[in-house]
C-alpha cells in the first residue's frame, strides 16, 4: 500500500506571495491532519479534514485555510507569506480520526525569502 | 492548553545500551502517542498507547493516564535509532480536538 505523499517537496517563495500544499493519504484514510514544524515553536497542529469537511483546527491565523477532496487527498494554503512562514509542514492521514494511528507525509519545506 | 514535557531533551548512547524517554503531561488526555523523527525528517508512528503497556520489538512504551506520564524503552538501541522521539497528547471532544506535540527527545546512537 502506498503511504502518504507530499507536493512540493521543496518550495522557495517571497513575503506576501500565496502558496499550496497537496498531501495524497494512504488509500483508504478519510482523516487528512496538517502540521506545521519549526526549530522554535516545535509541531503544532493546524488543522485536521474528514470528509471534505474541516472538523478540527489549531490555533493558527486565518491565512492557513485548507481544503479536503472528494477522494480524500487534501490542499493547504497559506496567503500573504511571512518569512515566520518558514517551515517544514507535514501531513497525516488516519482511517477514522479525528487523529488515531496517523501516518505520516515526507513534508514540505517551505522557505519565505 | 495542555502542558507536554518531555526529558531528557538530549540523550547521547552506545550502540547496545538501553534507554528509558518520559513525557510528562500536565491534564487529562483521550490518547497519547509517540513518534520517531528520523534525520531526514520523516514521522514514523511507534505506540498509539492511551494506558497501559505495548511491546513492538525492542521497544515498548507504558502510560500511566492517571499519574499522567508516559514511558519510552528502548533496548539494545542501534544507530537507526538515532533522531528526535517526540510524544503527542489528543484531547477534546465534538469538534474541538486537538493534538499536542512535546519538544522532543534528540537521541544519539554511536556505533
Known amino acids: 500500500k502506498a503511504g502518504v505523499t507530499q507536493t512540493p517537496r521543496y518550495l522557495i517563495k517571497t513575503r506576501g506571495q500565496q502558496v499550496t500544499l497537496s498531501c495524497s493519504p494512504i488509500?483508504?484514510?478519510?482523516?487528512v491532519s496538517w502540521y506545521q514544524q519549526t526549530p522554535g515553536q516545535g509541531l503544532q497542529f493546524l488543522f485536521e479534514?474528514?470528509?471534505?469537511?474541516?472538523?478540527n483546527k489549531g490555533n493558527f491565523p486565518g491565512r492557513f485555510s485548507g481544503r479536503q477532496f472528494s477522494n480524500s487527498r487534501s490542499e493547504m494554503n497559506v496567503s500573504t507569506l511571512e518569512l515566520g512562514d518558514s517551515a517544514l509542514y507535514l501531513c497525516?492521514?488516519?482511517?477514522?480520526?479525528?487523529?488515531?494511528?496517523?501516518?505520516f507525509g515526507p513534508g514540505t519545506r517551505l522557505t519565505v525569502t | 492548553g495542555i502542558q507536554v514535557e518531555q526529558s531528557p531533551p538530549d540523550l547521547i548512547l552506545q550502540e547496545g545500551a538501553n534507554s528509558t524517554l518520559r513525557c510528562n503531561f500536565s491534564?487529562?488526555?483521550?490518547?497519547l502517542q509517540w513518534f520517531h523523527q528520523n534525520p531526514w525528517g520523516q514521522l514514523i508512528n511507534l505506540f498509539y498507547?492511551?494506558?497501559g503497556t505495548k511491546q513492538n520489538g525492542r521497544l515498548s512504551a507504558t502510560t500511566v493516564a492517571t499519574e499522567r506520564y508516559s514511558l519510552l524503552y528502548i533496548s539494545s538501541s542501534q544507530t537507526t535509532d538515532s533522531g528526535v522521539y517526540f510524544c503527542?497528547?489528543?484531547?477534546?471532544?465534538?469538534?474541538?480536538?486537538?493534538?499536542?506535540f512535546g519538544k522532543g527527545t534528540l537521541l544519539t546512537v554511536n556505533p
Open positions: 498507547i492511551p494506558s
Open positions: 488509500s483508504g484514510h478519510r482523516s
Open positions: 503527542a497528547v489528543e484531547r477534546g471532544g465534538g469538534s474541538n480536538y486537538k493534538l499536542t
Open positions: 497525516a492521514s488516519s482511517l477514522v480520526g479525528p487523529f488515531g494511528e496517523q501516518y
Open positions: 479534514y474528514f470528509s471534505e469537511t474541516q472538523r
Open positions: 491534564d487529562s488526555v483521550n490518547n
